[in-house]
């Protein structure tokens, strides 16, 4: 396939773990499924964008051109992304990710009657704010990483009292070893149709074998964030133990409700600013 061709992700930076993929960017005509490859003893993802370059400044922030096409459209939309440009895509991705945080945060109040799903919805909330903040401070958000990114993030009192509110909601305090495992397990069924599966496990082990207890637990939780708020709404009551395993779900609505409450007062301070 001979497409314009870019490195992003981690490995195009200076954060990237041993079993961290290297994230390939091909820009070609219509859509087409993500995919991963073994190179060697490397795993390769291959994301597909259909647009041009320019309509991806934030996600193609940092990245490394491996192969141009004759119109140079790589280089070019290099050029373009100056500073200033991917300031200003990262700010709206921000505000973008704050909405949603409030979205879900609704949802929680909407279903407080519900501990499980009122969990859910919390958590939801929780991984979009940070994706929020992580975003208005100019990073790009890499799952595997972002515990590590957060805990850099500078921001202002408000915005950090958030921070830690969602961290508080997450549960990074609760990251013990049965705890991941039964996550691991029941967020592997979750992804059982998924492209990047058996990467996801990959990347749970390679932390949970370092001792990174908090960074897996976060990652996990995170990885059955993203696979659930892509569903339809009628999946979650016939697999709520799943749903509930995966996630590591807290039955307290009265604590959600007052980390919401701090999360919603952070949310609004971040797109005010």
């Not at 079993?19 to 087409?32: H, K, P, V």
């Not at 976060?218 to 696979?227: E, K, L, T, V």
């Not at 133990?241 to 952070?266: G, P």
């Amino acid at each position: 396939m001979s497409c314009p061709v870019a490195l992003i992700g981690c490995r195009a930076s200076e954060k990237s773990h041993e079993c961290c993929e290297y994230d390939l960017a091909l820009f070609t005509e219509g859509s087409r499924r993500n995919e991963v490859l073994d190179v060697g003893r490397y795993a390769v993802e291959l994301l597909y964008f259909a647009m041009r370059p320019r309509n991806y400044v934030a996600e193609m922030h940092g990245m490394i051109i491996l192969r141009d096409d004759n119109k140079l459209s790589l280089a070019s939309a290099a050029k373009e992304m100056t500073p200033q440009e991917g300031t200003r895509a990262f700010v709206a991705a921000g505000r973008k990710s704050l909405v949603s945080s409030l979205f879900y945060q609704q949802k929680m109040t909407d279903t407080a009657e519900n501990p499980a799903a009122a969990g859910m919805w919390a958590k939801f909330a929780a991984y979009r704010f940070l994706d929020g903040v992580l975003q208005l401070s100019g990073f790009r958000p890499m799952p595997l990483h972002e515990l590590e990114q957060v805990r850099q993030a500078e921001t202002s009192v408000v915005m950090a009292d958030g921070i830690q509110a969602a961290l508080e909601c997450v549960g990074t305090e609760r990251a013990t070893r049965p705890a991941i495992s039964r996550s691991i397990e029941a967020t592997m069924e979750l992804k059982s149709t998924d492209h990047d599966r058996d990467l996801v496990l990959s990347k749970a082990n390679h932390l949970l074998e370092r001792q990174m207890l908090s960074d897996c637990y976060f990652y996990i939780g995170r990885m059955a964030a993203d696979n659930l708020a892509k569903r339809n709404e009628s999946f979650y009551a016939p697999y709520a133990k799943l749903v509930q395993i995966s996630m590591d779900l807290t039955n307290d609505v009265q604590e959600l409700k007052r980390l919401q409450r701090r999360l919603f007062r952070a949310a609004n301070a971040g797109l005010k600013a």
